[in-house]
């Protein structure tokens, strides 16, 4: 069974960091690649950046680059996203998904002064 567990959201100041990563188990998480996803209230569900298999080739959504950067860590079956400069338009649930279209259950991200 193939499972995606996001973490590391919260609510932190604009200008603020964090750091959201997506646990992956039940298939072979290095032969993949993933995105992440994020969904605001009221909006359509938005891809934010993307990874290949190897973590060799990143492609981001106009509106985060130069301030997010996806990774992964094969060995630890774990995907990040480093998220800096935040603005109150970050605000949204973030997904982790992999190419085969399984999806986690999101973590939170509220950006507010």
């Known amino acids: 069974q193939v499972q995606l567990v996001e973490s590391g959201g919260g609510l932190v100041q604009p200008g603020g960091s964090l750091r959201l990563s997506c646990v992956a188990s039940?298939?072979?998480?290095?032969?993949?690649?993933m995105t992440w996803y994020r969904q605001a209230p009221g909006k359509e569900r938005e891809l934010v950046a993307a990874i290949t298999s190897d973590g060799t080739v990143t492609n981001y959504a106009g509106a985060v680059k130069g301030r997010f950067t996806i990774s992964r860590d094969n060995a630890k079956n774990t995907l990040y996203l480093q998220m800096s400069s935040l603005k109150p338009e970050d605000t949204a649930v973030y997904y982790c998904?992999?190419?085969?279209?399984?999806w986690g259950q999101g973590t939170q991200v509220t950006v507010s002064s």
């Open positions: 998904r992999t190419s085969s279209a399984y």
């Open positions: 039940g298939f072979s998480f290095s032969n993949l690649g």
